[in-house]
Structure formats: C-alpha cells, structure tokens
C-alpha cells in the first residue's frame, strides 16, 4: 500500500540533492528528499570555486548564504613548483563549515519539499511503471522518478569507471591562536597539502597522496605546514578517498544519479560543490522533460549524460594542468580586419539544449574540441554563423554585427568563433 504518492523522491540531502530538490519544486514537481543523517552532520569540502554564486542565484538562496557570514578567502600561499608565492584571486572562494552550509541548503528546500529525516531506504522496485519505497520511518512511498544524490556511498550501485589513479586524503582541524588568514597549497614530491581558516576560526588541513602515508609525517616535512606537526589535532585525522571517477550511464527514463553519485573530480580545484550544484541544476530540466515532455525524453537523457562526460574530462584535464605546474589561459588570437573567412559547415549541429525548464533539440556551434555551444554571453551564435556569406572580410562581419552588439564585442565573437574553427581563415 502506498501512503505517500509525488512525482521525484531524492536520496540524499547534500548539495546535490538539495539543489535538484528545489529546482525540481520550482518547476512544479511534487518532490520528497530522504536524508540518513541527523544535520548539521561534519562533511570534508570547505572551500567552494566561486563560480557557485551563479548556482546560489538559479537556486534563489544567494541573499541566504551572504548572510550565513561565511569566510571569503582572496589570498593563497602556493608553493608548488619552487618559491612560496602569494596568488591574489580577483574573486574569493567562500570558505564554509560543510554542516552549516549542507543544513542550511537543505533547510532552504523545507519550503516545497517534504523532507524525511533522518530516514533511510530499506526498499526499491518498480512496479506498474512506479516507483515503490518502503522508507525506515514505516511509509511506502510512490515515485515516478527516483534521484540518487547520495555521493560516494552510490545508492543506486551505479558503474563507475575511474578518471584518475587512486588518491587518498587525510584530514584533521585544529584549534591554534593566530590561524593563518591565508589558504595555503603545497606540493611535496607526489603529495600535496591544503589548509585554510574556517569561519570558527579552527584551522582545517588537508594531505593527498596515492597511498594511506599518515598525514603527520607528510605535515613535518612540509614548508607551509611543519607548525601543525607540534600541535594536538581536535581530533584525530580521518583518512577519505578521493579518487575522481565518472558514471558512464548517470540517467535513464525512470532515475538518475546527481552530485557524487554520478562524478567526482580531483580536489585540487577546489570546485566539488560547484560540480554538484551544476549536475543537480541541470538534472532537474532533463527530469521534467522525461516526467513532463515524454517526445523529448531521448534528448534529455542524452543532454544530462553528455553533461556529465563533459563535466568530468574538463575536471580531469584542469587537473592534470595543475599538477604539470599549469600553464596561463591561452587568449583569444587576434583577426586581422583583412582575413577572409568563410562559415564551417560542419560547425552547426541539432543537439539537446535547454528552453526554460526543458531539454528540446535546437541548433548550436561544435566547437574543435568537441563542445556544443548555443550563446556566447548571450549572443546567440547560430544565426550570425549561418548568416556569414563565403569569402567575407572579417572587417565586413564585424561591421555589419556592430549595429546589433557594438563593435568591441563583434570583434570578440568573431575572434572566439575563428578560435574555436566555427569560422575558417581562408588562404589568399
Ligand atoms: C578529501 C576531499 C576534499 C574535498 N574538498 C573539496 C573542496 O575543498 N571544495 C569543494 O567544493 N569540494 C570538495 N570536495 C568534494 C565535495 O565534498 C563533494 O563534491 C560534495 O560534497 C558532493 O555533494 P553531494 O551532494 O553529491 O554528496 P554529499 O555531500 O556527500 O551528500 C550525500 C548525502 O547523501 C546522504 N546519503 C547517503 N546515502 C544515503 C541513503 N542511502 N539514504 C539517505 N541518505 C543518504 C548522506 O548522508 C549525505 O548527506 C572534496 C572531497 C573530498 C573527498
């Protein structure tokens, strides 16, 4: 017997969950969040990219945190490859206590979704195409579509295929009486060390290597972290893996795998909450779509799995990057205003993109490397592309945009479609 029946039940209340819960609410979802543990719980990750500012705003929650009065950290003592250097970042990271920030993401839901908690599933199976889940707490509950955002534990026992090789953490807090205001990177041969103040004022360290070394052997012998090596932990230090994976098939037409449980990416970014957030965001549209637009349900499906791809090899290569050293952004070339150009034909391509809170195939711009890009800041690039004439002056194309977007931003569409080969140089 059922006694509750909704449209999406979401396992787990981190991150992930919490923003594919909301975003599903707002799209007129009737959603329940299960989360096994009692929050605030403890949770590794406190310092998150600031590009989650765009995902705090999707999910209306900004003005929420800003007032949580959580630490910005602008300056960070790296030393990676010789010299101790001081990196001054034009936009902070947001440096949180993981139990206050998960709790109050998942308080944020409380609004327009049920939340069962702390309660786990005991049960899952589908039958009559829905979802039946006997929860701890004695309920049955009936879903049309089921949501795993329980992270690493991998609710679901989807395959996962490792991006990276095996990378373990240790992790501890102290207690100290002038905790440094900057956050502070090492690396130290094929370890490497991170560390930053949390709002309490608590120092929270981090070590990383292949194997389990125990982490106090790995702090003395560091520059920036050897005064931690003197110093009583809180608590003793915890190890974690944090070896990056993906799932290859992270949604199919009746649940999908958000968050953790469908990639993880190496912690070197900095960026695991930005991820989550994202993968949530954009589950939710492709949900809707399969729940609400069943003819675009194929797309959606491909949108939100090529999502993920995409996210975990960019993840790996920025990595990768950081570990070789990294290397400056390459910049846009410079065309000249006589170069003549043509379109590439092969450059447009019809490709699942979200309308509003759907996925439905549209036209976009391959890129060389293989991305499908439908607006450039706003410029909706296939159009322009479609419109370019063979053999046209680059001057010509930027004239002629000009009217529409102003001559500084023609001449850096035009730049960034050469860039990315959607237009052709051609030879004289
Ligand atoms: C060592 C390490 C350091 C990191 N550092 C950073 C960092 O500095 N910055 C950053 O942005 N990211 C960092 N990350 C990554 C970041 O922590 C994760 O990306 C993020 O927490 C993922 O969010 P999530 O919602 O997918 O999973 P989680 O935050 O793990 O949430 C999953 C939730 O599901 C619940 N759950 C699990 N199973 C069940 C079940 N069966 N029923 C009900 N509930 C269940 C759990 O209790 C939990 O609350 C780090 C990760 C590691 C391992």
Redesign the pocket.
């Known amino acids: 017997m059922i006694d509750v029946l909704i449209d999406v039940l979401v396992?787990?209340?981190?991150?992930?969950?919490s923003a594919a819960a909301l975003r599903l609410a707002a799209m007129g979802c009737s959603v329940m969040l299960?989360?096994?543990?009692l929050f605030p719980r403890p949770?590794?990750?406190?310092?998150?990219?600031p590009g989650v500012w765009v995902h705090f705003e999707t999910l209306g929650i900004a003005r929420r945190i800003e007032r949580a009065g959580f630490r910005r950290s602008f300056d960070t003592l790296l030393r990676w490859v010789g010299e101790t250097r001081r990196v001054q970042a034009g936009r902070p990271s947001l440096i949180v206590d993981r139990a206050r920030f998960?709790a109050l993401m998942l308080d944020a839901t409380r609004a327009s979704v049920e939340i069962a908690q702390p309660v786990?599933?005991e049960q899952a199976s589908v039958r009559d195409d829905c979802w039946h889940v006997r929860l701890s707490d004695g309920r049955t509950v009936g879903a049309r579509f089921l949501v795993d955002?329980?992270?690493?534990?991998n609710?679901s026992r989807r395959a996962r295929r490792f991006t990276a090789p095996r990378l373990v953490?240790w992790?501890a807090r102290w207690r100290t009486g002038h905790p440094p205001a900057e956050t502070l990177v090492e690396r130290r041969g094929d370890r490497w060390l991170w560390g930053t103040t949390l709002p309490d004022g608590t120092f929270s360290a981090?070590t990383f290597g292949g194997d389990s070394v125990p982490m106090f052997g790995t702090l003395r012998d560091s520059t920036l972290f050897s005064w931690l090596a003197h110093i009583d932990p809180i608590e003793p230090p915890r190890a974690?893996d944090?070896t990056p994976y993906v799932c290859e098939s992270p949604i199919d037409d009746r649940s999908s795998a958000v968050?953790?449980?469908a990639f993880?990416i190496d912690?070197i970014s900095?960026?695991?909450?930005?991820?989550?957030l994202g993968s949530g965001i954009v589950a939710a549209v492709a949900i809707n779509t399969i729940l609400n637009r069943t003819e675009n349900r194929q797309a959606a499906i491909d949108f939100y799995s090529s999502h993920v791809a995409r996210a975990s090899a960019q993840h790996g290569m920025w990595a990768a990057e950081s570990y070789g050293g990294g290397h400056e952004a390459e910049g846009l070339p410079d065309v000249d205003d006589e170069a003549i150009l043509s379109a590439n034909a092969d450059a447009h391509v019809i490709v699942p993109t979200i309308r509003d809170h759907f996925i439905e195939l549209a036209p976009a711009i391959r890129t060389a490397s293989g991305n499908d890009v439908a607006f450039l800041g706003g410029t909706p690039l296939p159009p322009i592309v479609a419109s370019i004439r063979p053999r046209t002056p680059a001057r010509h194309l930027i004239e002629q945009w000009s009217s529409a977007m102003g001559r500084d931003r023609a001449a850096a569409v035009l730049s960034w479609l050469v860039k990315h080969r959607a237009v052709l140089q051609e030879r004289n």
């Open positions: 396992i787990g209340g981190g991150p992930a969950g299960v989360e096994r543990s949770h590794v990750g406190e310092s998150l990219s998960d786990f599933v955002a329980s992270g690493r534990t609710f953490a992790h981090m974690s944090a968050g953790e449980a993880a912690p900095s960026s695991g909450v930005q991820a989550a």
